[in-house]
């Protein structure tokens, strides 16, 4: 079966500090990957989505960045945080394109402080 | 853009009553999902709709896809305490894997 995980679950990080939360999808190949962001009450906004190695699309300007190294690995990025980039930042995966629901990761807080 | 109207924003209601919620939205959709997230996790997907006109039931939970494509609803019957948590509507535009959100209904149940 097909899992999904991401990391760190939980992190504070000081206003002009890096970033890096990293997503891995196990059990299936070449998945679509995605990057959602949920600010506090909120509902979810994608930030950005992979359909291959290399491949990225962004959906919103932002201070965030990310990479598809390998084919089942996203990584979400900033070289120097904001205060406004404080959320819940989910990963998710699909397969293939029309009528393939999407299914998420755990999650991982982000405080910027 | 395309935005998904989900409602209510917030329910708060006596264990055993049933629940209806909807979204609508400005264009049409070709999938809608329903998914519910608990305090600090992730969602989970609970039902898939792919039909116009679908009816679909997942235990005491039951969806349909509207026939005009843009809107969509879910009822949950006779709830009970672990039904509590914030309820997303998902569409999917295009042929794209892309889901557009709802902004949430939140449910409390009171025991």
């Known amino acids: 079966s097909q899992t999904i995980h991401q990391w760190p679950a939980t992190l504070v990080q000081p206003v002009g500090s890096p970033l890096s939360l990293e997503c891995t999808v196990e059990?299936?190949?070449?998945?679509?990957l995605y990057w959602y962001r949920q600010a506090a009450g909120r509902g979810l906004q994608l930030l950005f989505y992979?359909?291959?190695?290399?491949?990225i699309s962004s959906e919103v300007p932002q201070n965030l960045s990310a990479s598809r190294p390998q084919d089942r690995q996203f990584i979400l990025s900033s070289k120097k945080l904001l205060l406004s980039d404080s959320g819940f930042y989910l990963c998710?995966?699909?397969?293939?394109?029309?009528?393939?629901?999407?299914?998420f990761g755990e999650g991982s807080w982000l405080t910027v402080v | 853009g395309q935005q998904l109207n989900q409602s209510p924003q917030s329910m708060f209601i006596q264990e055993g009553e049933d629940v209806s919620m909807n979204c609508t939205s400005s264009?049409?959709?070709?999938?809608w999902l329903w998914y519910k997230q608990d305090p600090g996790e992730g969602p989970v997907l609970l039902i898939a709709?792919?039909?116009?006109?679908e009816l679909t039931s997942n235990g005491r939970l039951t969806a349909q896809f509207g026939i005009t494509r843009k809107d969509s609803f879910l009822n949950i019957s006779a709830s009970i305490p672990s039904d509590v948590g914030i309820y997303f509507c998902?569409?999917?535009?295009?042929?794209?894997?892309?889901?557009?959100f709802g902004q949430g209904t939140t449910l409390q149940v009171k025991p």
């Open positions: 998710a995966w699909n397969l293939g394109t029309a009528g393939n629901t999407i299914y």
């Open positions: 059990g299936t190949s070449n998945p679509n």
């Open positions: 992979s359909v291959g190695i290399g491949q």
């Open positions: 264009s049409i959709f070709n999938t």
């Open positions: 709709l792919y039909k116009a006109g």
């Open positions: 998902a569409g999917q535009p295009g042929n794209t894997g892309k889901l557009i």
